[in-house]
């Protein structure tokens, strides 16, 4: 079977793919801008992808209007960020860091 992910599917390309591997792992990645100010934010597309040499790779995407989120445009701008991994006693504190808030204003 073939889905063409671009075309016909891109619509429904996120549920398909995120149904590919479950469970999945989910990074809470944490970045500063820098004025200092604390990113935090959910990444279904996330994992390791290697030891040698080591590849954490995770997804951020860009906003509906093309510019790149918070996290993103972080580590473009300093090189670094933190991969927390979640567990149950947080894991609804880390969904409500998903929301789309103005740049510099901290999710956590």
């Given amino acids: 079977m073939e889905l063409n992910l671009e075309k016909e599917y891109a619509d429904r ?7 590919l591997v479950t469970p999945r792992p989910i990074a809470f990645v944490t ?12 990444f279904s597309f996330f994992n390791l992808m290697g ?5 954490c790779a995770f997804a951020p995407g860009d906003r509906d209007d093309n ?3 918070d996290t993103a445009r972080n580590i473009r701008s300093l090189h670094e960020f933190v991969v927390n991994l979640v567990d149950e006693n ?5 969904n409500q860091c ?10 956590l």
């Fill in 31 to 42: 970045t500063i801008n820098e004025d200092g100010q604390v990113n935090a934010a959910p």
């Fill in 67 to 69: 510019t790149p989120k």
């Fill in 51 to 55: 030891a040698n040499p080591p590849i």
């Fill in 90 to 94: 947080i894991a609804e504190a880390m």
């Fill in 13 to 19: 390309a996120y549920p398909i793919l995120a149904s």
């Fill in 98 to 107: 998903a929301a789309t808030l103005p740049f510099g204003e901290s999710e």
